[in-house]
């Protein structure tokens, strides 16, 4: 059997990715700080043999007890409204935790795997954003926290490959979206489909006519674990390269919600990207993996679910 340590296994993706696991036969131990993560979210999974929770945070050192096959490092807060109000502790949980998640993987002999993100492009200049890309980042603008977090996090993992010959996998996270999302956590996806379930007015910030890429939960974890079945050593874009403005965006959810909330326009956030869409050639070529999920799809899913959870 399979052993792996999940840090933030509690949170949108972890949840998901330790399900899929589990049904892979892996056995789990999940630690969670629970800032941004919520217990509610594996309740399903507390009654299996396989899996343990346990409350920590990875900017303190992990001492876990029992051999290892992975380190599947998750935890960080990834929302606007996370990372802004908690910046010191993102900037920590991308350094301190990064460190603490891969000495814990040398010390035990295990693979390890970093969730990053498309943020480590910023607001880019080349577009779609080929994993070759530098980026744009801020360093000192308000979301250089997150951005520079998971810039570093990614260059400790690629020196613990260098140094120690350490298997390591990167997966760069584009905007995803589905079950078990936090209904406030500052995305357009909740933020729009909790609004119009509301009746209340979706928010657009600027004029609504930047773009973003959507990948439905389901199609993000079959990249990870494709990923993580792979020996692929250098950071790979998951996410679904079909574009849609933030109009358009909060114009379906509006649709398949079945509200007639108005779009009322706000001031844009400091260094908001003004495009953001995967090339996934390399997803495609090394991976045989590509997104299945139509946006409306996906969404249509994802509004059901929101109907019930939270009501």
Sequence with gaps: MTRALITG?????????SRRLLREGWELVALDSFLTGN??????????????????????????????????????PASPVDYLENPIHTMKVGALGTLNALGLAKARGASFFLTSTSEVYG???????PESYWGNVN?????????????????????????HGMSIRIVRIFNTYGSWMRRGDGRAVPNFISQALRGESLTVYGDGNQTRSLCYVDDMIEGFWRLLDSDVQDPVNIGNPEEVTVLQLAQLIRDLVGSGSEIV?????????????????????????????????GLRRTVAWARKAWA
């Design 139 to 163: 360093p000192i603008g308000p979301r250089g926290v997150y951005d520079e977090a998971k810039r570093f996090a990614e260059a400790l993992a690629m020196a613990y490959r260098r140094a």
């Design 265 to 297: 326009f706000r001031d844009r956030p400091v260094d908001d990207p003004e495009v953001r869409k995967p090339d996934i050639s390399r997803a495609r070529e090394v991976l045989g993996w590509e997104p299945k999920v139509a946006l409306e799809e």
């Design 39 to 76: 217990e509610d979210n594996v309740a399903d999974l507390l009654e299996s043999k396989s899996y343990t929770l346990q409350r920590h945070d990875v900017t303190g050192y992990i001492d876990i007890p029992g051999e290892f096959d992975w380190v599947l490092h998750l935890a960080s």
């Design 9 to 17: 296994g509690a949170g949108f993706l972890g949840s998901h990715l």
């Design 123 to 129: 607001d880019p200049l080349v577009h779609p954003q």
